[in-house]
């Protein structure tokens, strides 16, 4: 007997549905075949989502870089294994060739790689021993913002989707993600992934549900500190703008790709510590 | 379990009854309590009324003065009054004053320096005491505990029942210490008796503890210690709650309640809220007489108050840690 999927959430390190109890069905590609049904986040579940991010961003921001650059190699590892899932599954929702899917698969396991060795490097770019006129050792180091907000674009791409979360998450960030319309199914190998790779509970958490719900408590939760946009409505773009200067909140669209160091350096904020030369 | 025979002060004995306890119908009306969806105004209501009833604790081996001078400013002003303007401002309108806590608790040694900030206030001082949280010293010893907390400024002591005692049977030891400490706070300070229910092992015992302290004079019955492996759980207030009800018709004396421990969320504190009042009624929703011993419940209380009002969720960095 057939068994159909029902995907839920990955909150904190787990499954939950959505507290609503709502989902909806998502099909096969040009069929009315369903291919899963989905859960469909809440504002509630949003909420809970950042509040598992809290207690993760502890964990995994406070890990030694070369920690989570061990951690996201090891999810390169668990996706390279979970290779023959992701396409089936990119092929069977997108209705994308066997080469396009392998292709995209490729991308996103070389963007787990690419940023596991960046993560213990972009520190050495971006920071700075200062010229100061005075006594003093001045350093500028770049520390996480804390809880970002991940909004995906609508059309989907498996690459870019790994290639920003694994960005942001490098520096320490955790993460809550909303996932586009167009593969919401991707969360559940994905979240497989991230729930056998010794990610600390709630450093990546995983949404799917409709965008228009839930944007307007993304901009105004002053826990998140940073979205990271790249849904291409302008609206949503405005609105979460407007609402997250309640926090002073950095909103980065990003519609395009960009250098590595910056997708890094976009969700940092540098610190400068001064301090006295001793004799 | 059976009941147990005790002799009380001045001669004669009384009897401290046994009512089995109905462990799965007990669990199910807790978790019964959970289900509750109170919103808007209820919500708001009710986190006020949780606000203005938090025992706000520090019980930990690193408290400094200092500590406890920022826990009593806390407890006075629990919002920041800038943080209050904030909120006025971007709703358009006053919101209703954020009420003090019912009190701060503290250990022995840190009285002092509450009582300097809490005097003429409305904010009670209570302070652990008997050797908490084991009440393992010789009896002697946790009655000069009781007088010199007294002495220094308490307004309510939180005494450990001795469960050494209890555990072996030894009922008319556990009452006799509670008669001693209740004699010793007078009319000068409440006494809430801590049953420290993680370590009673079954409802019933709870229940019988619970009997055994109100019949001693406990003001308050409180569940634990927040130091045990359990803390306070919705089911063994339960049980004490409904040991208070039965206390009342049978005795005619109020008594209070104060579950300790574990209570971390407004969540969780609107679902006790809610537990009272469907098992004691109105009459006990007040400071009066039930508590929260708590500390990081106060913030989450807080942020809610001002999703209520604002519609955002709130982060933790606009509070204190403490």
């Known amino acids: 007997m057939k068994v159909l999927k029902t995907i839920k959430l990955f909150i904190g390190g787990e499954f939950p549905r959505s507290e609503s109890g709502r989902s909806f069905p998502i099909n096969f590609h040009d069929s009315e075949k369903i291919y899963a049904n989905i859960a469909q986040a809440s504002r509630k579940d949003l909420r809970a989502a950042v509040e598992a991010a809290e207690v993760g961003q502890k964990s995994w921001g406070f890990m030694t870089a070369y920690n989570r650059a061990q951690i996201l190699y090891r999810m390169a590892e668990m996706a390279e294994g979970k290779r023959h899932e992701f396409v089936g599954l990119l092929k069977d929702t997108l209705g994308i060739s066997d080469k396009e899917a392998n292709k995209q698969v490729d991308e996103a396991i070389d963007a787990f790689i690419y940023y596991a060795g960046f993560a213990d490097k972009f520190q050495q770019m971006s920071a700075a021993v200062n010229p100061v006129a005075g006594p003093h050792h001045s350093f500028t180091t770049p520390d996480p913002v804390g809880i970002v907000a991940l909004i995906c674009e609508s059309h989907f791409d498996f690459g870019r989707l790994v290639s920003n979360i694994a960005s942001v998450s490098a520096s320490g960030n955790s993460l809550v993600v909303v996932l586009g319309p167009e593969c919401p199914a991707i969360l559940q190998p994905l979240a497989e992934v991230f729930a056998t790779s010794d990610l600390p509970k709630g450093a990546i958490n995983l949404l799917t549900g409709h965008l228009k719900e839930l944007y307007p408590h993304i901009g105004s939760h002053m826990e998140i500190r940073s979205v990271s946009c790249q849904n291409e409505d302008t609206e949503i773009l405005y609105e979460i703008k407007k609402l997250g200067t309640s926090n002073m909140k950095r909103v980065v669209p990003r519609y395009e790709n960009v250098d590595s160091l910056k997708a890094i350096t976009d969700f940092v904020e540098f610190k400068t510590v001064w301090h006295p030369i001793g004799t | ?322």
């Open chain 2, 1 to 322: 379990m059976p009941a147990a025979q005790i002799k009380v002060p001045g001669g004669g004995r009384i009897t401290i009854p046994h009512y089995p306890v109905d462990r799965v119908g007990t669990t199910e009306r807790a978790n019964s309590f959970t289900k509750r969806s109170i919103k808007t105004e209820s919500k708001l209501d009710a986190l006020y009324l949780a606000l203005s009833m938090v025992d706000l604790t520090t019980l930990e081996g690193s408290d400094t003065p200092g500590k406890v001078r920022q826990l009593c400013g806390k407890a006075l002003r629990p919002m920041p009054p800038a943080m209050v303007e904030q909120i006025e401002k971007e709703i358009g309108k006053k919101i209703r004053p954020i009420p003090s806590v019912a009190a701060v608790c503290v250990y022995p040694s840190q009285i002092a320096t509450a009582a300097k900030h809490l005097r003429g206030t409305s904010v009670e001082l209570a302070s652990v005491a008997t050797a908490f949280p084991s009440g393992q010293l010789p009896a002697d010893l946790k009655l000069e505990d009781v007088k010199r907390a007294i002495k220094l400024g308490a307004t309510e002591i939180d005494m450990v029942i001795n469960r050494d005692a209890f555990l072996r049977g030894d009922f008319q030891t556990v009452f006799d210490e509670v008669v001693a400490v209740k004699d010793i706070c007078s009319d000068e300070a409440h006494l809430k008796v801590i049953l420290e229910t993680g370590e009673l092992q079954t409802y019933d015992k709870i229940r019988f503890a619970s009997w055994l302290s109100m019949e001693a004079g406990a003001d308050f019955i409180k569940t634990s210690t927040g130091k045990a492996t359990e803390n306070a759980t919705l089911a063994n207030t339960l049980v004490m709650l409904q040991a208070i009800q039965d206390f009342y018709d049978d005795r005619g004396r109020m008594v209070g309640m104060k579950p300790a421990g574990g209570i971390r969320t407004a969540k969780q504190a609107i679902q006790y809220l809610v537990m009272v009042k469907e098992t004691l009624g109105n009459e006990w929703l007040t400071p009066q007489w039930f508590r929260f011993g708590a500390s990081v419940l106060l913030n989450d209380l807080l942020r809610q108050i001002m999703k209520q009002y604002t519609g955002r969720y709130f982060d933790n960095h606009y509070f204190s840690l403490d």
